[in-house]
């Protein structure tokens, strides 16, 4: 089906501008590009006002279709990707596959933690990992699929990817500091190609040991290294549908919404953004973190210092370095990626600065707001109180900065409910009192065999393991 009456083939290009631009299929494939640059649609498809229109009435698969079709080219047909996308939300456990409940006037709660693993991260990974599978089997290839995870990516990734016959996946996560849960999402599964990996050390030790794989060109060709950390574009459109779905439910394209992220490494909010290029009538896109509020700190001055991570109950936004924010850079500095390889070096030394004019333009898409651990247990407890809902930590950080906004916009705000309560049990009980429930057909994960595998801090180790599995 080749020059499709006219309509450009899809390109992606790299933030840092010197990598060859890539097609889907090969942009999904390779993750980071070479020059260590993020890649980003040539130019932004927009979706009609009679398409945005249309699937007020969709349900959510056709939702996700016509906010992937623009960006897919030719790498994937119609009736291919609509087959991907049923088989990927069919795991999903509400029919609505992400519900939108209202929470107090102009105050919308988007639950995304109805998936396998109960974090959002399922509505990329289970489609992504499906569009992994479709790819490399056209090919014939294999793929060895490593990543860090500080607890919900690698659950998701693993869900994912189990079973397949053209993957391994290697997860890496800090021995000792995930939660209870997470760990056993990630030890349970029995598949051969599923390896999870505890390694002596922290997050960002099991960060760095990807990167030095990755780095290490003869291993990363031998054994033909793939990614799906959140900087893999096809995970980014993947999220940008529910953006969309939660904004026709409530009255686009004739209404303005504004969204609130409970954000960490930038990607979901990015997914935002991208629904905004597309046309979603989009009034505020707001940043909401926990005491790690670099991110706000960044967007309300220009200037930011990177300090050290301090552990908090909403884990999975224990971030300082949030890698997508060099997506949105890229788009305020008007696609520059001189300034952007500039301020990437910048960045090295610990500290950023960035020109008035990209702040400027910074601002006019993102707000922000941060919540302290007091502001987010207590908004725990007032969630309960008014409204008899237990909301994870991380959901009651976008909570806090929601109702902190609420006079300040006319657009309903929606905020994102990134992980279901029962996946922190600990935090919540904390605030609340209360014990979440597992959903049903998950309490046997604590009856599950676990196949627990520890490695030390170290490259040539994490190496021979995945060696020796991969050569079996
Ligand atoms: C990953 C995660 C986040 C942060 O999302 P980013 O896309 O990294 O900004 C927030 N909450 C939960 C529960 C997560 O798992």
Redesign the pocket.
Known sequence: MSGCKGVKRMQYISTRGHSRPLGFADTLLTGLAPDGGLYLPNEWPRLTRETLEKLQGSDYGEIVLETLLPFVGEDFSRDELTRLIQDAYAQFRHPAICPLIQLAPHLHLLELFHGPTL???DFALQLVGRMFAHILEQRGRRVTIVGATSG??GSAAIEAFRGLDSADIFILYPFGRVSEIQRRQMTVPDDENVHAIAVDGDFDACQALVKAMFNDEDFRHQYQLGAVN?INWARIVAQAAYYIAAGVTLGSPDRQVSFVV????????FAGYTAKRMGLPIDRLVVATNQNDILHRFLSSGHARINAVLPSISP??DIQVSSNFERALFEASDRDAGCLRALMEQAQTGEMMIPGSTLHQLQEVYASGRASEQQTQDCMAVVLKETEQLV?P?SAVGIHVARSLRNETSSPLISLA??HPAKFPDAVQAATGMIPALPTDMQDLFDRKERIMRAPDDLRAVQSIIRERCDR
């Open positions: 974090a959002f991260k919900d990516t959140s409970p954000t960490g490494n930038f990607g979901d909010i999975s936004m994870c991380h990134t992980a």
